[in-house]
């Protein structure tokens, strides 16, 4: 049996079972999931592995009783071989509606979540799945199509964690076997399978793809067009470990937790920004990042272009803010009601916002006690100094209203803070919470973004206030 040696020769070579002493197999009853038990059953019977092999078979209660039929095969084709098999029954239209996405993405989170937990419970180091090379050159046209980057060309990995932080490894042993010799297993085994009806589904892009744009691409243009998207996906693997490898030099020199230098960054060829953009919004998040082209080259333009206080809303929930010296990333914050904030500031003296949540520090300074230079330097969004004798009224620190407009600091003009705070895309929570410090009814700060352009430092500058906003101490 020739895919029986490919198979185990790919095993060996990459080390897809290396130690494990137990894989879980994901069973759909399709061809793929069937030849790839089958062949582990094989291997495992015959010494060729050491793993116990598991069975295991989400139904996703999606297509009714042609998915009860499919879970009836899978028990019976796993009870056949004495094979252990686990079942679970999934609510994959609840999971969509709670969770958001396609449906698409939404059985695929069932899915992984349902084999990382039967690994788990049966002691297994691994979990395989039944990929092939069709699925692979798939993947890779859609990615082109969708508009990937070199690190979405690579496709379908052969292995990876199968959740972030998992210790147990999702491996794809039949990833470089065609779907031909497949069928060709199956068939000189005398092997049945089941046919998922959705698989022939126009609705689904992946299945136009499989089903009317390859077969056009492959007889009009280049009958060997798979196997080129095949040795694109290896080269631009290839090509992304080598940068990954340069990438870690680099994210030691500008990343510091969940914050890159954009100094440093900037020294950093275009190729390897990406890579580094991942390591620090790894840092912010438990999940893998999945951030495609289009987000790599947002969060460079903010890093290049971006003003201190600019935001972008980033895929699952991630937030990168520019600060004055870096982007930092953080998870985004649920939504809740912004409680109303007055407080009018003691000049000089701290002030106490309880609803904020917040201290705001003022100090009055001689002009000629303040080294402009090293505040700029040092200070953080939250901090700020103002011209004192040009503001009118006491200072307060307040919500945001609607009309609130002040002249942001060298703009030519006048700007609702709204709209100011919109145009630097900072997320709706943000700006639904801004906070103000107005002297008398008008801006004076943004807080977090911008002074005033009327109360800036100059050289007629005498008196000084300088501000800071800190979160309230408890004790």
């Not at 069973?27 to 010494?47: Q, T």
């Not at 309880?354 to 953080?380: I, M, N, Q, S, Y």
Request: glycine content about 8%; aromatic content about 4%; some cysteine.
């Amino acid at each position: 049996m020739s895919l029986y040696s490919d198979v185990l020769k790919l095993i060996r070579r990459h080390r897809l079972l290396a130690g494990a002493r137990a894989a879980v197999v994901g069973l759909s009853g399709g061809p793929d999931s069937v030849c790839l038990l089958d062949l582990l059953a094989l291997m495992a019977g015959r010494g060729d592995i050491a793993a116990e092999i598991h069975a295991a078979h989400l139904n996703h209660g999606l297509r009714g009783e042609e998915a009860d039929k499919d879970e009836r095969f899978a028990r019976d084709f796993a009870g056949g071989r004495n094979l252990p098999i686990t079942v679970k029954k999934a609510n994959v239209r609840a999971a969509r509606a709670s969770e958001g996405g396609s449906l698409e993405e939404a059985a695929r989170r069932e899915r992984y979540a349902f084999l990382a937990s039967v690994a788990e419970a049966a002691g297994a180091e691994v979990v395989a799945v039944g990929h092939n090379a069709d699925d692979q050159t798939e993947t890779v046209l859609h990615r082109i199509i969708r508009g990937a980057g070199l690190k979405g060309l690579r496709g379908i990995p052969l292995t990876r964690p199968i959740q972030a932080g998992s210790s147990v490894r999702l491996v794809r042993p039949l990833l470089q076997s065609r779907r031909s010799q497949i069928l060709e297993h199956l068939r000189e085994r005398g092997l049945f399978f089941r046919e998922d009806s959705s698989n022939q589904d126009t609705a689904f892009t992946r299945n136009r793809i499989r089903n009317e744009l390859l077969p056009l691409i492959e007889s009009e243009y280049n009958p060997a067009f798979g196997e080129s998207l095949l040795r694109l996906s290896r080269s631009a693997s290839d090509a992304y470990d080598l940068l990954l490898e340069i990438a870690r030099a680099g994210a030691e020199r500008c990343v510091s937790g969940a914050t890159i230098d954009i100094r440093e960054f900037g020294l950093l060829h275009r190729a390897v920004q990406a890579l580094v953009i991942d390591s620090a919004a790894k840092s912010a998040t438990t999940d893998l990042p999945q951030f495609d082209a289009k987000h790599y080259e947002a969060v460079i333009e903010l890093a290049s272009n971006g003003e201190p206080g600019a935001r972008l809303d980033l895929p699952g929930g991630i937030v990168a803010t520019r600060t004055r010296h870096g982007v930092e990333f953080a998870k985004r914050r649920p939504r809740r009601p912004a409680p109303w904030v007055e407080a009018v500031l003691k000049v000089p003296g701290n002030t106490v916002a309880p609803a904020a949540g917040l201290t705001v520090k003022a100090e009055l300074l001689d002009r000629a006690d303040l080294d402009l230079d090293a505040f700029l330097a040092a200070k953080t969004r939250y901090d700020e100094v103002l011209d004192f004798d040009a503001i009118t009224g006491p200072l307060v620190l307040r919500s945001r209203r609607d009309g609130d407009a002040f002249r942001p600091l060298g703009a030519g003009g006048r700007k609702k803070v709204g709209d100011f705070l919109t145009d630097l895309k900072a997320p709706a929570e943000e700006r639904e919470r801004a906070l103000i410090i107005a002297a008398g009814e008008e801006p004076v700060w943004v807080v977090g973004y911008r002074i005033d352009d009327r109360v800036k430092i100059t050289e007629e500058t005498r008196r000084v206030v300088r501000l800071s906003v800190e979160e309230e101490r408890k004790t």
